[in-house]
């Protein structure tokens, strides 16, 4: 007996020994962070900085629009750990609980979100999401081929513009200026109204070269297109890389967006993903993001380092009148199926 008393206290002993050391060595491997986010929309050195500061892993994936984001986390759940969608995607999600609440204790950067980007309609108290940053949609127009001709969508399908325009892909901005030039809202359901927007549409489509995936930055910089839909920070670094292009906001206005930070319900490292976040949001960090990226910041702690050529462009801070212009892209539930099928037409 006492021979196999001996016997179970050493398969004990040597049990949870390697119970300690699995566990210590799960404790102390190196974490992994899944990010999935625009292409182009980040700092230079962001990830490989955070992954410096906390010897985390970051694998950065790209989206081309918010419909994707949507459509990746449901297909891969488990997979990521922070994504960053826009405003009425913010709206989606939360309503079908697929963003948890984040844990603000200990994020003291939180602090640096300026109060107009608070309170928003998506998302009031701030406690599902975190902006990173905003913009607008308009025309990237090259003057050197295209002069004192205000751009619209019915200008752009006259013959002399034949293979000369690149758009987004991106069915709801798209759709949502072509929308606001014929009067209507910009998020109708009305199919009368989806129908001539995209009769109108229609008629640009054989002058289109390209609808980008990403972005037509290199088409417009290159100049193998002269006029182009796009995101305005886009558009400035076009204008960085070819003085000759150019911002145009119709007169009837545009779209704006609000870019979010979101920690998926299922995300698997959601305390990494609570780090990255206040890492982001390093007033620092947030300021040489922009400085990259060039879109607007919502990180008022950050503006003082923003460089001042981007500080008083009016490409990522507009005047008050352009602002007064623009107007959001909101959810409008199962009435998607109009325009994904009017997107679907065009694109054929």
Same mark, same amino acid.
């Not at 970051?58 to 990521?80: C, D, F, Q």
């Given at each position: 007996?006492?021979?196999?008393?001996?016997?179970?206290?050493?398969?004990?002993?040597? @049990? &949870?020994?390697?119970?300690?050391?699995?566990?210590?060595?799960?404790?102390?491997?190196?974490?992994?962070?899944?990010?999935?986010?625009? #292409?182009?929309?980040?700092?230079?050195?962001?990830?490989?900085?955070?992954?410096?500061?906390?010897?985390?892993?970051?694998?950065?994936?790209?989206?081309?629009?918010?419909?994707?984001?949507?459509?990746?986390?449901?297909?891969?759940?488990?997979?990521?750990?922070?994504?960053?969608?826009? #405003?009425?995607?913010? #709206?989606?999600?939360? &309503?079908?609980?697929?963003?948890?609440?984040?844990?603000?204790?200990?994020?003291?950067?939180?602090?640096?979100?300026?109060?107009?980007?608070?309170?928003?309609?998506?998302?009031?108290?701030?406690?599902?999401?975190?902006?990173?940053?905003?913009?607008?949609?308009?025309?990237?127009?090259?003057?050197?081929?295209?002069? #004192?001709?205000?751009?619209?969508?019915?200008?752009?399908?006259?013959?002399?513009?034949?293979?000369?325009?690149?758009?987004?892909?991106?069915?709801?901005?798209?759709?949502?200026?072509?929308?606001?030039?014929? @009067?209507?809202?910009?998020?109708?359901?009305?199919?009368?109204?989806?129908?001539?927007?995209?009769?109108?549409?229609?008629?640009?489509?054989?002058?289109?070269?390209?609808?980008?995936?990403?972005?037509?930055?290199?088409?417009?910089?290159?100049?193998?297109?002269?006029?182009?839909?796009?995101?305005?920070?886009?558009?400035?670094?076009?204008?960085?890389?070819?003085?000759?292009?150019?911002?145009?906001?119709?007169?009837?206005?545009?779209?704006?967006?609000?870019?979010?930070?979101?920690?998926?319900?299922? &995300?698997?490292?959601?305390?990494?993903?609570?780090?990255?976040?206040?890492?982001?949001?390093?007033?620092?960090?947030?300021?040489?993001?922009?400085?990259?990226?060039?879109?607007?910041?919502?990180?008022?702690?950050?503006?003082?380092?923003?460089?001042?050529?981007?500080?008083?462009?009016?490409?990522?801070?507009?005047?008050?009148?352009?602002?007064?212009?623009?107007?959001?892209?909101?959810?409008?539930?199962?009435?998607?199926?109009?325009?994904?099928?009017?997107?679907?037409?065009?694109?054929?």
């Amino acid at each position: 007996m006492k021979k196999l008393l001996l016997v179970l206290l050493a398969f004990c002993v040597i @049990g &949870a020994g390697y119970f300690a050391l699995s566990r210590n060595a799960a404790d102390t491997g190196p974490e992994e962070l899944t990010v999935l986010s625009w #292409d182009d929309y980040i700092g230079l050195s962001t990830i490989s900085d955070f992954e410096k500061e906390t010897g985390a892993t970051v694998t950065y994936e790209v989206i081309k629009s918010n419909e994707e984001a949507l459509a990746r986390v449901k297909s891969n759940p488990g997979v990521y750990d922070v994504i960053v969608v826009s #405003d009425y995607m913010v #709206d989606i999600i939360k &309503a079908e609980d697929g963003a948890m609440m984040i844990d603000k204790k200990g994020m003291e950067n939180l602090e640096n979100i300026g109060d107009a980007f608070r309170g928003t309609y998506f998302d009031k108290n701030m406690e599902y999401s975190v902006p990173y940053a905003f913009g607008t949609t308009g025309f990237a127009v090259n003057t050197q081929y295209i002069k #004192d001709t205000p751009i619209s969508w019915k200008e752009l399908s006259k013959p002399e513009y034949k293979g000369k325009i690149a758009m987004i892909d991106d069915m709801r901005y798209v759709l949502g200026s072509v929308l606001m030039e014929l @009067g209507f809202d910009p998020n109708s359901t009305d199919a009368q109204e989806i129908a001539a927007a995209v009769n109108l549409l229609k008629s640009v489509m054989p002058n289109v070269a390209k609808i980008t995936e990403s972005s037509p930055i290199d088409l417009m910089v290159n100049e193998n297109v002269w006029v182009s839909y796009a995101w305005s920070g886009d558009i400035l670094q076009m204008h960085t890389q070819n003085a000759d292009i150019e911002y145009k906001i119709p007169d009837y206005g545009s779209l704006t967006f609000l870019d979010n930070m979101l920690i998926p319900a299922d &995300a698997p490292h959601r305390e990494l993903a609570r780090r990255y976040i206040d890492f982001i949001l390093r007033p620092d960090v947030s300021a040489a993001i922009t400085d990259e990226i060039q879109y607007g910041n919502p990180n008022t702690a950050a503006w003082p380092m923003i460089s001042e050529e981007i500080r008083e462009s009016p490409m990522v801070f507009p005047a008050a009148e352009t602002i007064a212009k623009l107007q959001y892209i909101k959810d409008i539930g199962d009435d998607i199926a109009l325009y994904e099928e009017a997107w679907e037409s065009i694109k054929q």
